[in-house]
């Protein structure tokens, strides 16, 4: 079956600091992979979407992903970590069967002063 | 333009009431998503609609649980009799017009609380 996974359930870096988030998807040679973006008491957000082409995207809020098909990855990154990022984070793959995303587990990221 | 509105935004009811949730879709948008989100299991799709049928309601954990897409600007779940274990959130998302696979919007969300 179609998954997403995201091994890290928490993960907490100072403010300043780089980050990458972890993602891996199971299913399809042309995958359609997105990252979201949900602070405490809200929807999500989308913050970018690959579905082809160069395979390093630029999204919103200073954040890119890179597409690594050798590897089945989608991991998130940003440079410098503001106390803002602060969020819970979904990784999700489209299926070009059904039009429905499946979203992986998620990541809590908290942010050091 | 305005995002996914969901309403209300707080429910919280006795069990053995019927619960409405409400959403209206971004203008445009020809698909629809309704999800409910807990500590437990995470981010769960119920059932989604595309150009106002229902597609996939695989995920609909009951026949308590019911969904209708009137017209292309609102949907409403419906839960009767809610329980406790249907405490959750829940989210309203759209996507825009055309086939395949499209970013989703998602709305506030709906946090139901059933005692």
């Known amino acids: 079956a179609q998954s997403v996974t995201q091994p890290d359930i928490h993960i907490t870096v100072s403010e300043g600091a780089s980050l990458e988030l972890r993602c891996n998807y199971s299913?399809?040679?042309?995958?359609?992979l997105f990252w979201y973006v949900q602070s405490p008491g809200q929807g999500l957000q989308l913050l970018l979407k690959?579905?082809?082409?160069?395979?390093l995207v630029q999204g919103i809020k200073g954040f890119e992903a890179e597409f690594k098909r050798s590897q089945s990855s989608f991991n998130l990154r940003k440079p410098s970590v503001h106390w803002s990022d602060a969020a819970e984070y979904f990784c999700?793959?489209?299926?070009?069967?059904?039009?429905?995303?499946?979203f992986g587990q998620g990541t809590t990221l908290q942010v050091k002063p | 333009d305005a995002g996914v509105i969901q309403s209300p935004r707080h429910e919280v009811t006795e069990m053995g009431q019927e619960v409405t949730l409400r959403c209206k879709p971004i203008?445009?948008?020809?698909?629809l998503f309704w999800y409910r989100q807990t500590m437990m299991r995470g981010l769960e799709l119920l059932i989604y609609?595309?150009?106002?049928?229902?597609?996939?309601d695989s995920g609909m954990p009951e026949d308590r649980f019911s969904a209708k897409m009137p017209n292309a600007s609102f949907s409403t779940l419906k839960i009767q009799p809610s329980e406790p274990r249907d405490s959750a959130v829940y989210f309203c998302?759209?996507?825009?017009?055309?086939?395949?696979?499209?970013?989703?919007?998602f709305g506030p969300g709906t946090r139901l609380t059933v005692t």
């Open positions: 609609f595309n150009n106002n049928v229902p597609i996939d």
């Open positions: 690959y579905f082809s082409g160069d395979t």
């Open positions: 999700a793959e489209g299926s070009s069967n059904t039009g429905k995303l499946i």
């Open positions: 998302a759209s996507s825009p017009r055309g086939s395949g696979i499209y970013e989703q919007y």
């Open positions: 203008s445009g948008h020809n698909s």
């Open positions: 299913y399809g040679a042309t995958p359609y």
